[in-house]
Nanobody, 120 residues
Framework: QVLLIESGGGFVQAGGSLRLSCAAS????????MGWFRQAPGKEREFVAS????????YYFGSVKGRFTISRDNTKNTVYLQMNSLKPEDTAVYYC?????????????WGQGTQVTVSS
């Protein structure tokens, strides 16, 4: 069982920055991939970024490339999402998720979400 707890959301003006944190606990090993997703009102949940615990390999959704950075601290079992140059369209509930590293694995574990609101 993996427990994920997000924090760091809030209200920010366009162009500002926020850093989200995801603290993971429970049965947790290096064969996991951690991800950030977001869901805006009236829209489906979408992938934002992911990082492999083992080697730090990262992937990003197109619209956040160059603005968002995902990172991890293995000693704290914590994943971060640094969000810079925020835009109103980044407004959403952001979720942390975890899955096994094997290709085709489902995102089985989810946090409760944290709200990010960007004003224009």
């Amino acid at each position: 069982q993996v427990l994920l707890i997000e924090s760091g959301g809030g209200f920010v003006q366009a162009g500002g920055s926020l850093r989200l944190s995801c603290a993971a606990s429970g049965r947790f090993f290096n064969n996991y991939v951690m991800g950030w997703f977001r869901q805006a009102p009236g829209k489906e949940r979408e992938f934002v970024a992911s990082i492999s615990w083992a080697d730090g390999r990262t992937y990003y959704f197109g619209s956040v490339k160059g603005r968002f950075t995902i990172s991890r601290d293995n000693t704290k079992n914590t994943v971060y999402l640094q969000m810079n140059s925020l835009k109103p369209e980044d407004t959403a509930v952001y979720y942390c998720a975890a899955r096994l590293i094997q290709i085709g694995s489902e995102w089985d574990y989810w946090g409760q979400g944290t709200q990010v609101t960007v004003s224009s």
